[in-house]
């Protein structure tokens, strides 16, 4: 099955700065790749979906990036603000093609 | 509003009970799922459903299993709980075939085994 990555480590970054979070995949290419976010003790919450055709997708302040021949995609948050800590996962279509597979995801921690 | 209600936030069973996760989605959507998740590990999934009585296994069903009777509500059931098995356990459901749709997740359930 499909390999995940992101990274462990917490990303920490002044308010008003541009984080950027990776996922890399290790096997074939998924059709799509979608990005959720978490917050402690709750459940994940969908922020976007890109397609394997789709380079860059935008929703207001996220970016993502889909590159299937680096086999990773880049989230990126402008402009961050404090309300944007949280953790943030990145999931793939599982071979079935009915349910996602999850990185562990990264921690992002913003600062005032 | 779109939800996925988990009927309890927090338990706590002994080691041999049965236990019963409830889940119910009022958006009528055909795929529901059950994840596991645990601090350095991520989410796993257990099981889920495609349709009302169908079910499959995700990559860690051992120790579970599931019951789908109605379309808005997916059970999950620990036959004899085991102290391996605390964790958050969180539902979710998802619209449509392979259709690229997005999961809604329910608030989680964390259950401790004692």
């Known amino acids: 099955s499909q390999k995940i990555e992101q990274n462990s480590e917490a990303l920490n970054i002044q308010e008003g700065k541009t984080a950027t979070l990776t996922c890399n995949y290790t096997?074939?290419?998924?059709?799509?790749l979608q990005w959720y976010r978490q917050d402690p003790g709750r459940g994940p919450v969908f922020l976007l979906l890109?397609?394997?055709?789709?380079k860059e997708k935008r929703k207001e302040r996220l970016k993502v990036t889909f590159d299937t021949t680096l086999k990773q995609s880049l989230f990126h948050i402008t402009a961050s603000q404090p309300a944007d800590s949280a953790t943030y996962l990145c999931?793939?279509?599982?071979?079935?093609?009915?349910?996602?597979?999850f990185g562990k995801g990264t921690s992002l921690l913003v600062t005032p | 509003d779109v939800k996925v209600t988990q009927s309890s936030r927090y338990l706590v069973k002994r080691t041999g009970e049965k236990v019963f996760l409830e889940c119910v989605q009022d958006?009528?959507?055909?795929?529901m799922f059950w994840y596991r998740q645990d601090p350095g590990l991520g989410l796993r999934l257990i099981y889920f459903s495609y349709d009302v009585k169908m079910k499959e296994k995700g990559d860690i069903p051992e120790g579970y299993s599931v019951s789908r009777e109605k379309k808005e509500r997916f059970s999950l059931i620990l036959e004899s709980a085991s102290t391996n098995q605390t964790s958050m356990y969180l539902c979710a459901s998802m619209e449509g075939t392979g259709s690229a749709g997005e999961l809604f997740f329910g608030e989680g359930s964390r259950l401790t085994v004692l």
């Open positions: 096997n074939y290419s998924p059709a799509y």
């Open positions: 958006m009528d959507h055909e795929n």
């Open positions: 890109i397609r394997e055709n789709e």
């Open positions: 999931a793939l279509p599982e071979d079935s093609g009915y349910a996602l597979n």
